[in-house]
């Protein structure tokens, strides 16, 4: 677990920012801003101007909601901000937020990251190159003619990363991506079983080395030396997770299914303590890692062995600002492999 990633979470831009700087010099390989409350790009334009050493990306911005132009222009621009420490990191998100929040085309999930992936690629090529850029597929038709970036960008590759949970977006990622960013509930088992063997098959068919390619799995942690409270604050997160049909089938996987059937069912009703009262201990004790320190460094490291960077990731759900600050300040000092000041 030498290389590891959190997430930039804070009620101000200010706090973000802190403790992206205090991971950073406590060593971690990257920091990365997520899309639900804030905008992914904004975040991170903040977080590059106020780093030096680590990478910063956006796990995850969601990729139908924005053309490629805008993409690739963005991803740009904060690769240069950053002096080249940008990984676009870019995920389907869920079809009905992509639908009735964004009113933007879902389709066929893997299919449809492949293209964007592949045409936000091509015009960051093309830019570097001076060139035209094009692309057409199913879902993007993209010609681009008589624009030329005046400044080139910092580099003519940019790490592409998809979130991805079941196989064929793994595969996909396998495919064309530079990475794979795991969801915050993918077992171990989940991801021994399901993750590593469909991107490995989605490198071979591509050509492609796994020395090429970062796995960053995560998971949800919360440090807490009142053991109740920081279980009860994962199960929360975890109950928001049991809400949405994609993810059914990591819980089938270990015959939680019915709980988050009934979780689920609680959330249509508005009863959102029902969400949470239908996770059980042991269900929230087989996803995340939950109390001191040593017991939660030692939940994480049964994933390490898949992963390039660990990213553990503070409960986000139904709980206080003041709280997911406080566990990720304690994420830093539990996995900081140093404190000392650049």
Known sequence: ???????????????????????????FDSVWAIELFRNAFTQTTW??????????GTSIAWGF???????AMSAMDIDEISGGRFRLGLGPGVKRLIETWHNADYGRPAPHLRETIQAVREIIRAAAAGEPAAFKGE?????????YRSTPPVRAEIPIYTAAVQGGMCRMAGDVADGLIGHLICSPSWIEEVVVPNFELGLSRS?????????????CVAIDDDYRRGLDAARRTLAFYSTVKTYLPLFDHHDFGQNAADAAAAFRRGDIEGVAAAIPDEMVEHYCAVGTPDKV??????ISPFADVVFPGAPTYFIPNEQIVEYNERIVETFGVTTSVA
């Open 139 to 147: 879902y993007y038709d993209i010609d681009i003619k008589g624009w």
């Open 207 to 219: 050509g492609r080395d796994r020395r090429d390619f970062t796995f960053i799995p995560s998971i």
């Open 65 to 71: 909601v924005r053309s490629p132009m805008t993409m």
């Open 297 to 302: 460094r030692a939940k994480v490291e049964e």
């Open 47 to 56: 977080l590059a101007s106020q780093t030096e050493k680590a990478d910063i």
């Open 1 to 27: 677990m030498d290389r590891v990633a959190i997430g930039a979470m804070g009620d101000t831009p200010r706090e973000m920012a802190d403790l992206a700087l205090k991971a950073e010099n406590a060593g």
